[in-house]
């Protein structure tokens, strides 16, 4: 129904609110931003925990606080970076293969792991 510009531009217009708000508001003084479920059950972080919180940051110039609070997302936000702007310029050949997911998958499990145990870079 709607033509491929006006996809781009939605998906641009959603990024640029969401980074507006996350830049105004702080994740961690805000009651707007949900708890997550699975720390809340369980006491450990899942791979997404902090993940506001370091965006907020690297939106005000802080890297190093923004990769403390989630290395996972600031080392992966170029390739995100790389992905929105191929899909800016309607590049449709880019997709995820099996093996590219699999390793994504054991990437995330892995961080998973090792952000919940007392090994440096991830205090518990």
Avoid at 19 to 39: E, Q
Avoid at 42 to 52: D, E, H, S
Avoid at 60 to 66: D, E, L, R, T
Wanted: charged share 10%.
């Amino acid at each position: 129904m709607f033509g491929g510009r006006f996809k781009v531009a939605a998906v641009w217009l959603i990024f640029a609110g969401a980074a507006t708000y996350l830049f105004r508001f702080d994740p961690a003084k805000g009651t707007f931003y949900p708890p997550c479920p699975f720390l809340m059950i369980t006491g450990l972080q899942c791979p997404g925990c902090g993940t506001a919180r370091s965006l907020h940051q690297l939106l005000h110039g802080h890297p190093v606080i923004a990769f403390e609070l989630n290395p996972l997302v600031v080392t992966l936000l170029p390739v995100l970076g790389l992905l929105l702007f191929l899909f800016s310029l309607e590049k449709r050949a880019v997709s995820l293969t099996p093996a590219g997911g699999w390793v994504l998958a054991g990437l995330v499990i892995g961080f998973w792991i090792f952000r919940n145990t007392p090994l440096y870079p991830f205090p518990v």
